[in-house]
């Protein structure tokens, strides 16, 4: 094997890989058959492979009429991957095979406005004794989640973290470069977002999906034909902010008014949740505030119990993130849309009024062709989608031809890495 290869040889390799690892093809001859390759030329691109450490010996064999042939499988334990993803408040490390199996995982309060280097220098702390307590010794890369849009370019934030002073990360720090120094193997560093949206495609074995958080604030992201869609300034997916209404009393956070996260955002619910409260219009939030503060889990049980002001509030959000969703989807047309985020949303009322506003809004060869998912709980999807990115990422032809020779990823460590997704 040698990285003197022709590029054409990488893309072949890489080619076979992604077809073994996605169950699109698995045996030599239906691998001659996906991708018309000779039969000597897939036999040697796999040797190749082998002598990787990446496959799997398997006896299992499966017959297509003629002599059965033997299946062939990606061993998800030749190397680990490591995953951080670093939210506003707190980080979640995980370890996780090749397969993207999250092996362990750990989670810990953190605000991001202890700074930027401190906060990539305690997630580096956390996925080191993580690999460490796992016994993991081969760990092939990482990807870091961001709770903002990622140039892939130069790898700088868009937007600033956090959204709000104090402790804004300087705009030029460059979190990539830092954590590679810190782990010492190639890192690949994307908006949590984007890596939400990727692992939901990837469980949900979609090509074209929209994945939407409503936390505190909202943000999308889109996997399009398989890859990540990131837009010409990285930035597609930012609805938060667009109009929905001409309403002068739904002042936002950026300081105009009648944005969809006016009507959405978990900051937006509970300032009505605890205004119905204060006048009274919910008793049933009225009395909850004569104890202790209101929270967006109390507006969800009050409107699950069918307090009347409680159900506006959800059903208004509902129809909101609907009718926004509709015209991102007549743009679009996902095979599915993943919501994931604050717990209002699992509420049955939001999700129908959600659903309403989208059949009302599409025709109905589009609105029906719509699969609508909750997310996975505790950020499943993101950390999925950080495995899913380092591991295609390391098996593409531009990486493979740099590491393979020396039969390690770390040879990768301190490049200028792009992402494969
Ligand atoms: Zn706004």
Redesign the pocket.
Known sequence: MSSAYPREVWKQIETLLTLVRSGRAQTRPELVDETGLGRNVVAERLSTIAALGLLRPEDEARSRGGRAARVLRLDPTAGHVLVGLIGIQRLHAAVCDLDGTVLARRDVDWHVSQGAQETCTEMARLLRALAADEGVRDVWGATVGLPSSVDPGSGLLVDPVPSTSPGRWPADFAVQDFCAGLLDVPVWVESAANLGALGAARSLQVQDLLWVRVGSGVTAALVSGGRLHRGGNSMAGAL??VALSSDQDRI???G?SG?L??YVGGWALLDEAQRAAAVGSSRHLAAVAARRPVTLEDLAAASAAGDPASVQIVVRAGNALGRMLSYAAALFDPSAIVITGNPVIDDQRFEAALQRALQTNLLPALADGITLRAGAPGGADALAGGAELAVRSLLSAPHLAVWAESGAPRALAGARLSAAV
């Open positions: 938060a902010h936002c956070l950026c105009r944005c996260e006016a």
